[in-house]
């Protein structure tokens, strides 16, 4: 039976119609299998469990990231200041472990996170600032407390001698570095906010709201959607995914405070992951399954230049090519639609 047929007039391919076909997550699909035997070949170390786990643990952070860009994106919106949020729950968290324990400081994490979220949406969605601009404010704002707080400095940790109590310590390196069995708890972290996030935008009235103020605002409040309270849920929902990727992060690299903890390219890799995953940058369209998708393609694609030594320049320059192209493709198809 041959692979391509033509029914009544139509391409069918694999029996289905080729219009239908979601070319984008195919070609990333292909794109992401070329570049795992492209590394195994070209070097030693990279095909190998350790290297997988390693890579994971590190940066899983991501996920989370591009979970929540994708939510924000698909709603029409923008979010800038996740590197700031990752920054200030850092130092707040640590700080709040120092003197209520580690699920004290957990949890005063998660909510700075979440309130510099709603203050987001606040701005966005009843005082109507654009998400650029408000959410620039709050890179500014949560970079400069963070910085603030500290003095610039790192708080404690385990490379200067931690002044945690070793149990706290020892449970908070274990948000990224403890396993459950052989399975590294980061993977647990992260199919679970995919479960969710999945479950939340395709069978809640929430995710059908996100898809639809995406799709067009007007429509979608003239239909009754409340555009204030909707864009506070989503962008305190950011926030919150935020925190959860400081706290791993931070507990990853030093279990400490650390004011510039949001500082590189997180950014820059989490709006990657969502646009090579396939949502629109234009909002109403994507998911998170292709964000993750996403998200695994640029972790070992920079994890394999690692391993062949290409310096940090060059990495942002590939890296940024993958995404131009990501958008040229995504273009293509939605002209053909």
Request: charged fraction near 10%.
């Amino acid at each position: 039976m041959s692979a391509v047929s033509t029914v009544n007039g139509e391409k069918l391919i694999f029996g289905y119609p080729a219009k239908d076909i979601p070319w984008e997550r195919v070609i990333l699909i292909g794109a992401f299998a070329a570049l795992m035997v492209f590394y195994s070949f070209a070097t030693e170390n990279f095909f190998t469990l350790d290297n997988f786990t390693n890579v994971v643990r590190r940066d899983a952070w991501l996920f989370f990231l591009a979970y929540a860009q994708t939510i924000v994106i698909i709603s029409g919106g923008f979010d800038l200041s996740q590197g700031s949020i990752m920054s200030i729950v850092s130092v707040m968290a640590w700080s709040a472990m120092l003197h209520f324990g580690f699920v004290g400081g957990l949890l005063i994490g998660l909510s700075v996170g979440t309130l510099c979220g709603l203050v987001n949406g606040y701005f966005i969605g009843v005082v109507r600032v654009y998400p650029f601009i408000a959410t620039l404010g709050m890179l500014f704002v949560g970079s400069g407390v963070a910085q603030l707080w500290t003095g610039g400095l790192q708080m404690g940790g385990s490379r200067e001698g931690a002044t945690l109590p070793t149990h706290v310590e020892n449970a908070y390196v274990a948000l990224s570095k403890g396993s459950l069995g052989p399975i590294p708890l980061p993977v647990i972290w992260i199919l679970v906010a995919l479960g969710l996030t999945w479950y939340l935008l395709k069978f809640t009235r929430f995710g059908t709201y996100v898809y639809a103020l995406g799709g067009s605002e007007e429509t979608a409040v003239s239909a009754g959607i409340s555009f204030s309270r909707m864009k506070i849920g989503i962008f305190a929902l950011s926030g919150l995914f935020c925190a959860i990727a400081g706290l791993l992060l931070s507990a990853n690299v030093s279990a400490a405070g650390e004011p510039r903890l949001g500082g590189g390219d997180q950014l820059l890799q989490s709006i990657g992951a969502t646009i090579i995953g396939g949502t629109h940058i234009f909002g109403g369209r994507g998911g998170v399954l292709g964000t993750t998708l996403g998200a695994l393609l640029i972790i070992f694609l920079v994890n394999g230049l690692n391993v062949m030594s290409i310096d940090t320049y060059r990495q942002q320059i590939i890296v940024g090519l993958v995404i131009l192209v990501s958008i040229w493709v995504s273009t293509l198809q939605e002209q053909k639609k």
